[in-house]
Structure formats: structure tokens, C-alpha cells
Nanobody
């Protein structure tokens, strides 16, 4: 069974940066379409950013130009660089992975696409 483990969350002030990482235990990250999702208290889990096996990326409008998703194949990690953080970015962030192939990047934005999930890491941004 694949296991995803996130790290890098924490408490930061607005305007600062954080870098989240996610590692896989069985298959290498290059084999997966992967994404970052987040869930704030009382809200649904929403897509933040995704990256396909081919390297195509998608970002939610709320994080465009501030967040960057990337795979580090040498370290077998999925990263999320978050800059200029805002209080509304406060949430539990989840890493997700899928072996399913999508014909369109939009296929990777749906929760149901992903078979594997991490346990989540808390990101809190203070104003």
C-alpha cells in the first residue's frame, strides 16, 4: 500500500513563505500524477495545485503567482513552495497521488482521481 507523508507545515506571518514536501513509500513520484489539496475548518477539501507525470501543472486561481508545485526526482519528493502567504491560506494541506491517466489537466483536479492521500499538515498564517 502506498503511503504519502507530508512535512513542512507550521505557523507563519502573512507575507512570509513556507515549503511543503511529500514523499512516497512504494513508487517513485515520477510515476504519479500528484496534487496538493487543502481543507479549512468547516469547508470542503479543495484543489490547490496539481502536476501530471508529463509535468503539466494547474493552479487554483487563489494561489496563482504565489504557489509553485514541483517534483524533485532526485529526492523523490513533491514540493509546494508557498510565497506571500495570506491568512486565507490557513488550512490542512494534503498531498495526493494517482496512477490514473487523464486526457486533460482538469481530470487531475477532481478529488476522486486520487487513490492515495497523506495524513495532512497544518499551515496557519497569522495576520
Amino acid at each position: 500500500q502506498e503511503q504519502l507523508v507530508e512535512s513542512g507545515g507550521g505557523l507563519v506571518q502573512a507575507g512570509k513563505s513556507l515549503r511543503l514536501s511529500c514523499t512516497t513509500s512504494r513508487r517513485h513520484v515520477r510515476n504519479y500524477g500528484m496534487g496538493w489539496y487543502r481543507q479549512a475548518p468547516g469547508k470542503e477539501r479543495d484543489v490547490v495545485a496539481v502536476v501530471t507525470t508529463g509535468g503539466t501543472t494547474y493552479y487554483a486561481d487563489a494561489v496563482k503567482d504565489r504557489f509553485t508545485i514541483s517534483k524533485d526526482n532526485a529526492k523523490n519528493t513533491l514540493n509546494l513552495q508557498m510565497n506571500n502567504l495570506k491568512p486565507e491560506d490557513t488550512a490542512v494541506y494534503y498531498c495526493a497521488a494517482t496512477l490514473r491517466y487523464g486526457s486533460d489537466i482538469a481530470d487531475y483536479t477532481h478529488l476522486g482521481t486520487y487513490a492515495y492521500w497523506g495524513q495532512g499538515t497544518q499551515v496557519t498564517v497569522s495576520s
